[in-house]
């Protein structure tokens, strides 16, 4: 299925409670049963989902596109986890991924923190502010690719001193 003759790009809306299961089936989709063995599911589980910054990409009723944030800490400093980033593969070219890791990491600025973590390719993320450099003492909890560690500072020494153990988030 392809995107209405009408559309240019899909619709980005907050996620809502009733999207979920439409989420986790696009989630599925995207990544298969393996994505519960990923260090990015560690933090997650630790991790406080955050609804108010994660959002969803729809096609009329079709959900095409998703991201999701968590609140979690990092060496006791707060901060953001961006993922599962998924989108269907027809929708793509629309720049679906890049307008929902936009749209999560504005809202998680407007929410006041001061970075947004997570783990991908440089290359994608790098085009979007994230790098590995300034994650270089950031830990997950469990085995990853350091150089896929990156980082996006959402103020003005937003990851200044940023090292240590990604954690549950402090109260």
């Known amino acids: ?23 986790e089936t ?11 063995t990923k260090v990015s599911e560690r933090v997650r589980e630790i991790a406080e989902f955050r609804q108010d910054l994660s959002f969803c990409a729809w096609d009329g009723v079709r959900l095409v596109g998703c991201v999701r944030m968590t609140r979690i800490s990092i060496g006791g400093a ?9 989108v269907e593969a027809d929708v793509r070219k629309f720049g679906t991924g890049g307008a929902l890791v936009q749209a999560a990491c504005a809202a998680a600025q ?3 923190f001061a970075n947004v973590l997570l ?4 290359p994608y993320f790098g085009r ?20 896929r560690v990156l980082v996006k500072p959402l103020r ?3 990851t200044e001193g940023l090292e240590g153990l990604v ?5």
Do not use: C, I, W, Y
């Open 128 to 147: 979007f502010g994230f790098s590995a450099a300034p994650a270089k003492a950031v830990r997950l909890p469990g085995p990853v690719d350091q150089r």
């Open 1 to 23: 299925m392809t995107l209405s003759a009408a559309a240019q790009a899909p619709t980005l809306k907050l996620e809502q409670d009733r999207d979920g299961p439409a989420v």
């Open 156 to 158: 003005e020494g937003g």
């Open 119 to 122: 783990v991908g390719d440089e």
């Open 167 to 171: 954690a549950a988030p402090l109260t």
């Open 78 to 86: 707060q901060a953001v986890f961006l993922g599962p980033l998924a």
């Open 110 to 112: 407007v929410a006041g």
């Open 26 to 36: 696009l989630l599925d989709h995207a990544f298969g049963p393996g994505r519960f």
